[in-house]
Nanobody, 127 residues
């Protein structure tokens, strides 16, 4: 049974920074692909970025790549999301989503590809 524990959410002023973490545990977990998604209020869950074990270089949705950075620690089985220059439109519930499968790049944005989902952590960007 894979367990995911997300942390680091909260309220931040516009222009501020936050770092989210996702710790994975459980037998059989490899997390060959791990992703972050977010769900803004009243909208569908959307892809933020992901990292594959094979490449090591994260992929991001274009509009976030200059402000968000994904880190993967394979030894600790953690995934982090560093968010800088936050904007009110970044307000959302953020989800960690791993899979033991090594996804192809074109599939990274597809929610059904991910076997596991974190409980979600709320980020609110407001003054």
């Amino acid at each position: 049974q894979v367990q995911l524990l997300e942390s680091g959410g909260g309220l931040v002023q516009p222009g501020g920074s936050l770092r989210l973490s996702c710790a994975a545990s459980g037998g059989g977990f490899t997390g060959n692909t791990m992703a972050w998604f977010r769900q803004p209020p009243g909208r569908d869950r959307e892809f933020v970025g992901a990292v594959k074990r094979s490449s090591g270089t994260p992929s991001y949705v274009n509009q976030l790549r200059d402000r968000f950075t994904i880190y993967r620690d394979y030894a600790k089985n953690t995934l982090s999301l560093q968010m800088n220059s936050l904007k009110p439109e970044d307000t959302a519930v953020y989800f960690c989503a791993p899979t033991n499968r090594l996804l192809i790049t074109s599939s990274l944005r597809n929610k059904p590809e991910y076997e596991y989902w974190g409980q979600g952590t709320q980020i609110t960007v407001s003054s």
